[in-house]
């Protein structure tokens, strides 16, 4: 028999020799129950298994290494020089003279927490909604949920002067509303099996970068009605800062990043089936409108709990899951990688802006968003799926 033959025996007969798989089980086999994608390895702790690639667990690992020569640089840089050594006996509390304790328990740390904290909950937003838009330019500071987020923090600032976890609240709060508006305007009734509608990918990013340019000049309406001295905090804010962090803002971030990550978490392999279409999809088994939704909305939490930590920070929603996957180089969707790869960009950032030339101190926001722009022009030149 031919081997044309032999290939059009096995499509009637439905068998394939030992050890291969058909092109349809490709794709839509590793879904399912005992199959993997090629790569993946299964990890079975007791009754609980979890998908892994080697590429990927060895990419988290640098990430956190170099996460960790980061932040004992960070904790050494500042008006106040300090060596490696005075940092890690900082830690112990047992540097000398006792001053550095508290400037490095009290005033950098939880600066470096903040932004560890931060950066992680943008990575991991970022990653779900450049895979729910399939595209690369669907990070939450693009479609407008930033800026969404960032209305509310502000009205908080300028009409009542508040704290903290007030500005938190509401900032979560403006980001919600900001996204289902979005969603439900970009939402296409009739699309797809059933009548259930979607919400196209450039739809939702058009759509997106209008309503964020509404919320900024809501923003900007705020401030210039506001009280001068309370515009001021707020324009500060608006430029997204790191300085003055406390525990109470470590508090905050971190709280937003327990509450949201393990939703997003729990829902990465319906995001991952999700990339392989609507269609094939819903055939294995996700009811895509409610993972999406929740999808969203947890990541839109993070996003909004970042910007009441830091205020709106540009280019590490972005950048962070595309580094994330050219480093795994893996078809999943980067959410860990991708999470830990915005903690080490924000955390460069700050370090760089520590450190800029001729002593400026550039806070967080502008140093990402110079970077940001940068990133944007040269993933518009050099990339063929934008």
């Known amino acids: ?24 089980q490709t794709k839509a086999g590793r879904t399912k129950a005992g199959q993997t994608r090629p790569g993946q ?9 979890f998908l892994w690639r080697r590429r990927a667990v060895a990419v988290c690992l640098c990430l956190i ?27 112990r509390g047992m540097a000398e003279p006792p001053v550095t304790n508290r400037l490095i328990t009290q005033i950098r740390l939880p ?6 904290l931060v950066g992680a909950a943008l990575g991991l937003a970022g990653a779900v909604f450049q895979s729910l838009s399939r595209n690369a330019l669907g ?28 500005t938190a609240l509401a900032a979560v709060a403006s980001g919600v509303m900001t996204a289902l508006v ?10 797809g099996p059933g009548g259930g509608g979607t919400a196209g990918g450039y739809r939702l990013i058009l759509i997106g970068i209008g309503m964020g340019a509404l919320m900024s000049g809501l923003n900007t309406l705020l401030m210039v009605t506001g009280d001068l001295e309370r515009a001021m905090s707020a324009q500060i804010w608006l ?16 709280t937003g990043v327990l509450l949201f990550a393990p939703l997003v978490l729990a829902n990465g392999r319906q995001l991952m089936v999700m990339e392989m279409g609507e269609d094939m999809a819903r055939q294995l088994g996700v009811h895509t409108g409610r993972a999406r939704l929740v999808l969203v909305l947890a990541s839109v939490g993070l996003t909004s709990v970042a910007v009441a930590s830091a205020g709106p920070i540009a280019f590490v929603a972005l950048a962070g899951p595309q580094l994330a996957r050219g480093l795994t180089r893996s078809p999943d969707v980067p959410l860990i990688s991708g999470a830990l790869a915005g903690a080490v960009l924000l955390m460069a950032a700050d370090l760089i802006g520590q450190n800029a030339p001729f002593g400026l101190a550039m806070p967080i926001g502008l140093t990402t968003g110079f970077l940001g722009g940068l990133y944007l022009i040269a993933l518009i030149l050099f990339s063929r799926r934008v």
């Open 1 to 24: 028999m031919s081997g044309g033959d032999t290939r059009s025996g096995q499509v009637r007969s439905g068998q394939v020799r030992p050890g291969q798989t058909t092109e349809a």
């Open 41 to 49: 390895q299964v990890l079975r702790l007791w009754q609980v298994s």
């Open 65 to 91: 290494a170099v996460g960790a020569v980061l932040a004992v640089f960070l904790l050494a840089s500042g008006k106040v020089r300090l060596s490696p050594a005075e940092v890690l006996s900082g830690l």
């Open 111 to 116: 600066r470096l927490i903040t932004a560890a």
């Open 139 to 166: 990070s939450p500071d693009i479609i407008g949920f930033t800026t969404g987020a960032a209305t509310g923090a502000i009205a908080q600032i300028i009409l009542f002067n508040a704290g903290p976890v007030q």
């Open 182 to 191: 979005v969603l439900a305007l970009s939402h296409r009734p009739g699309s």
């Open 239 to 254: 430029a997204g800062s790191l300085a003055a962090r406390d525990w109470s803002h470590v508090l905050t971030a971190l």
